[in-house]
């Protein structure tokens, strides 16, 4: 599956089918500090991700006061 | 895609997030359910404002501050919006695109002030004339421009969409050096005094990351990227440290914003008293100020004589990339 991510923006390639939850601690990312979007749509920690997906993770994190 | 196993825990259709804080997970019109209840409670508990109140709600074009204007327009509340272009290379032409497209798709009043063409500067300039690190000559510029922009409008509150990590995150800085004059400021609402409107914070029970969940299921399109000159700074630092922190124990990350405002800021209170003795006006804008000549009068001065400084020049080693 294809994987977007921002700041800074960069695209990896993941392979096999797993949960939100699995590919954000394959990337080392915080559950918390990210939305996951799969084509399009917001998905929670369960969802089940498809090879053929295009997924977006969003971080949530602004640094700004 | 197969779809989540999860059910909202209000209707039992699939969940669109978990949000472990809440032990629970919510579809899409359940998730805004919540958030919109958050606010009112926000609004109602700290007794932010009263629906007939004229608000001014100042908007970046990253996603707290699109979030709470949105939410006050949709809970019926009368909301303008002000924006200050602070002259921060492609990061502001950036926010000002999504700026104004927000504003104009809904129908609202925007008021706009651009640092170089109504004060002759910009927050890169001001940091190198002035010798501060940007974000101080920023807070500065935006926080004189509120509250003038509030008092020469007549507005009845400056809301900000401060959420519940940047409180906590602030609080962990302040807890960290026992800053007791921060934090006996540090509230949701400060009511108007000494010439400064008042100030309100309806975000405060909500994290970032409902905020942005809000920003996606309402359509709203906002700026993901960052101000360069944020990257790496300690904020975002101490936010990272909260959310591990969260990530084992949800739910902590409130507790210790909330917590702190029900039984701790009450003790603080004499101390807020003492910090907000009597102030005098300045002389070249009328602004309330310890001081002959008020700090945004001063930076003015400093920076608009100082030749343009590009963003890059002022950015630290982590900021570049
Ligand atoms: S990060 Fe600093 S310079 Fe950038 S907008 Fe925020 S306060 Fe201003
Ligand atoms: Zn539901
Ligand atoms: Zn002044």
Partial sequence: ?65 | MVAAASKCRSCGKPAVIDLPRHNANFCAEHLKQLCRRQLEKAIDDYNMFDPGDRILVAVSGGKDSFAVWDMLIDAGYAADGLYVGLGIGDYSDESTRYVTAFAEERKLRLRTVDLRDEYGYDIPTAARATKRVPCSACGISKRHLFDKAAVDGGYDVVVTGHNLDDEAAVLLGNVLHWDIEYLARQLPVLPAANGFPKKAKPLVRLTERETAAWCLLRGIDYLVEECPIATGNRHLHHKGVLNSIEQESPSTKAAFFLNFIDNMAPLLADQTAAASGDLGRCARCGAPTTGETCAFCRLVDNASAHEPVPVELVLGKRGRR
């Fill in chain 1, 1 to 65: 599956m294809l994987v977007k991510m921002r700041n800074p923006r960069r695209e990896v390639e993941m392979a096999g089918d797993r949960t939100v939850n699995h590919l954000l601690d394959a990337l080392d990312l915080v559950r918390e500090s990210h939305l996951v979007i799969c084509n399009g749509t917001l998905v929670p920690g369960d969802a089940r991700l498809l090879e053929d997906d295009v997924i977006e993770i969003r971080p949530v994190i602004s640094g700004g006061l």
